[in-house]
C-alpha cells in the first residue's frame, strides 16, 4: 500500500475509535499488505460443486480450503492457473467472489422451492447468480437496477450463468413497494453505497469519504429498504446489505425502519453466523440504536478475514403503510415475441431429441417456461413473468434457445452452456494439441473425425470432458462458436 492509501485508510479507521482499539486499528492497516482471498461458488446449474472443485483444482493447479458457513464456496490461496482465465469461467460454471458477498444469499431460510424474488439493486450480479443457485433456478427473480449503466454487466453475469427465470428492469427501486405491495417472497437489498469496506482492492480502491456522502446516501437507503419491504409478502424475508462498515449506511438505516415501523418488522439474530462475525453496533457517534440491532451482523476484515461488510435479516410481520402507484405498462405483443403454436414446438423437442438426445419437453416443464418466437429467434419464457408482470417492461428475459439458419437450427451459446452436460449426442471431442487454440477462438482445421461434415451444430468437448461451446462442422474445419465476449 503506497502512503497516500494508507495515510486515506487511516483517515477512515480513525472515525471507528470509539469502537476498535488501537491495536486493532493497526491489524487492519497491516491486513491491507495481504491479498484478499479468491472466493470460488460453483454453479448448481451446470456442474456437482464436490465433483467440480475437485476436478478444476487438480486441472489448474489450485489450493482450495471449503467456507463452513456458506454451501459449495471454497476460497483459492494459491493457482497455477488464474482462476479468471479457464474455459470453465467463462462457460459460467463457476463465480468469483470475495467471501463476504457470498453472505447476504445464505442468510436467506428458503421456505418454499420456488420463492417469487425481487433483487432491488442487482448489477453487477452476483449475488443475483447466488440467488438462481440456491432456488435451482425453479423461482422467479426480477433483477433491477436503477442505472441504465449497469445493466449489460448484470445481463451479461445473468447470461454467462444460465438462469432462465428471471427478468431484468431498469427503474428506480423505491418504487416497487407502490407498484407490487406485498407480491415477493424474498427481497435482497444489497444497497448502494460508499463502499468504506476497509479493505481496498485494484477495483476498488480506498477513498476518503465525507459525512455529506454517508447522509445522502442513509437517505435514499433508508427509502430503497422501505420499497423492499412494502414489495415483500406478510411473513416474508428481506436481507439488507452494504460493503460499506459506516454505522450511517448500516445500523442507522435499519434503526430507522424499525423506529418508523416498530409493529411491522422483526430482526433475526444472525450476529454469530459464522466464526468471525460481530454483532451490530448498538450506537455510534452518540446515537444509540434500536437494541435489536444486536441482531445484525458485521464484518470486520481483522476478525472475518474478509473484506468489511454489514447485513440484516428481516422478517415483515405486518403491513407497511404505502400510497398505491401504477407502475410502468407496455402491452406484450410490442416485444415482438409470439407464442409458439402446438406443432412448431413439437418439432422443435422432436429435433433436439434426434440430434442432441436432449429433453427440451422436460425442461419446459420443470422449469414452467414458455417457447416464443421473435423474427425467427426462439426464446425460452418464464411462466411466472407472463402471470405476474406481463405488462412490465424489461430489458432481459428468459434465455434464448436459438434461431434458424437457412433449414438448420442453430442453439444459443447460454442453451449450450447451461445444459451441454445433458447432451447424449451432436457432441464432437478435439484432441488435446487444439483445446488451447479453440479457448482462444479460433477454428480448427485438420480436425480428425469420423462425422460426416454438412454444416451441423455440434457440442465441443475436450478429451477431458469439458464443455467447449458450441462449433459448426463444416468440410475443411470446425468452426469456433464461441461469443466474442465469452473468447
Not at 434461431?403 to 451441454?420: C, D, K, M, Y
Request: with cysteine; proline share 7%; net charge negative.
Amino acid at each position: 500500500m503506497d502512503s497516500d492509501s494508507r495515510d486515506r485508510l487511516n483517515h477512515n479507521l480513525q472515525r471507528f475509535a470509539e469502537i476498535l482499539t488501537s491495536d486493532e486499528i493497526e491489524r487492519i492497516i497491516t491486513l491491507q499488505e495481504q491479498p484478499l482471498p479468491t472466493g470460488i461458488r460453483i454453479n448448481r446449474l451446470k456442474a456437482d460443486p464436490q465433483t467440480a472443485i475437485r476436478d478444476l483444482s487438480e486441472r489448474y493447479g489450485w489450493q482450495v480450503t471449503s467456507l463452513p458457513f456458506i454451501e459449495n464456496t471454497w476460497t483459492i490461496s494459491s493457482a497455477e492457473v488464474s482462476p479468471g482465465k479457464t474455459i470453465e469461467h467463462r462457460m459460467g460454471q463457476y463465480y468469483l467472489q470475495d467471501a463476504a458477498s457470498m453472505v447476504p444469499v445464505s442468510l436467506f431460510e428458503l421456505s418454499t422451492p420456488a420463492p417469487l424474488i425481487l433483487d432491488l439493486a442487482a448489477s453487477p450480479g452476483g449475488k443475483t447468480t447466488h440467488l438462481i443457485d440456491r432456488t435451482l433456478d425453479k423461482g422467479f427473480i426480477l433483477a433491477n437496477d436503477a442505472s441504465i449503466a449497469r445493466i449489460p454487466a448484470l445481463r451479461s453475469v445473468l447470461s454467462s450463468w444460465g438462469g432462465i427465470n428471471i427478468a431484468i428492469t431498469n427503474y428506480p427501486g423505491e418504487s416497487f413497494g407502490a407498484w407490487y405491495p406485498e407480491t415477493f417472497d424474498l427481497v435482497l437489498l444489497d444497497a448502494p453505497c460508499s463502499m468504506e469496506n476497509l479493505r481496498p482492492t485494484p477495483s476498488h480502491p480506498m477513498r476518503e469519504t465525507t459525512s455529506d456522502e454517508r447522509l445522502r446516501l442513509q437517505q435514499r437507503q433508508v427509502q430503497l429498504l422501505t420499497s423492499g419491504l412494502q414489495a415483500l409478502k406478510i411473513g416474508g424475508q428481506l436481507v439488507y446489505a452494504t460493503c460499506s462498515l459506516a454505522p450511517e449506511e448500516d445500523e442507522a438505516v435499519v434503526d430507522a425502519v424499525l423506529n418508523r415501523y416498530p409493529t411491522a418488522v422483526d430482526l433475526t439474530d444472525i450476529s454469530s453466523f459464522f466464526t468471525g462475525a460481530s454483532p451490530g453496533l448498538s450506537g455510534f457517534n452518540g446515537h444509540a440504536y434500536h437494541p435489536d440491532l444486536k441482531n445484525t451482523l458485521r464484518l470486520w476484515p481483522h476478525r472475518s478475514g474478509t473484506s468489511g461488510f454489514f447485513c440484516a435479516l428481516l422478517t415483515k410481520t405486518d403491513s407497511i403503510p404505502l400510497t398505491l402507484q401504477n407502475p410502468p405498462i407496455r402491452d406484450f405483443t410490442r416485444t415482438g415475441l409470439v407464442r409458439l403454436d402446438a406443432s412448431t414446438q413439437q418439432t422443435l423437442i422432436d429435433l433436439f431429441d434426434e440430434i442432441y438426445g436432449f429433453k427440451l419437453d422436460e425442461v419446459i416443464q420443470i422449469y414452467d417456461l414458455k417457447l416464443y418466437n421473435r423474427e425467427g429467434q426462439l426464446f425460452l419464457i418464464p411462466q411466472r413473468y407472463l402471470d405476474g408482470f406481463r405488462s412490465l417492461p424489461f430489458e432481459h428475459i428468459g434465455m434464448p434457445l436459438g434461431r434458424w439458419a437457412h433449414q438448420t437450427f442453430e442453439p444459443a451459446h447460454e442453451l449450450i452452456s447451461r445444459f451441454g452436460q445433458m447432451f447424449s449426442q451432436g457432441i464432437i471431442q478435439i484432441e488435446n494439441e487444439f483445446v488451447e487454440q479453440w479457448i482462444a477462438g479460433r477454428d480448427i482445421r485438420n480436425l480428425h473425425t469420423d462425422i460426416p461434415p454438412n454444416g451441423q451444430y455440434l457440442l465441443v468437448k475436450s478429451p477431458a470432458g469439458q464443455n467447449l461451446g458450441l462449433g459448426k462442422l463444416l468440410p475443411k474445419r470446425l468452426r469456433n462458436m464461441l461469443p466474442r465476449q465469452s473468447v
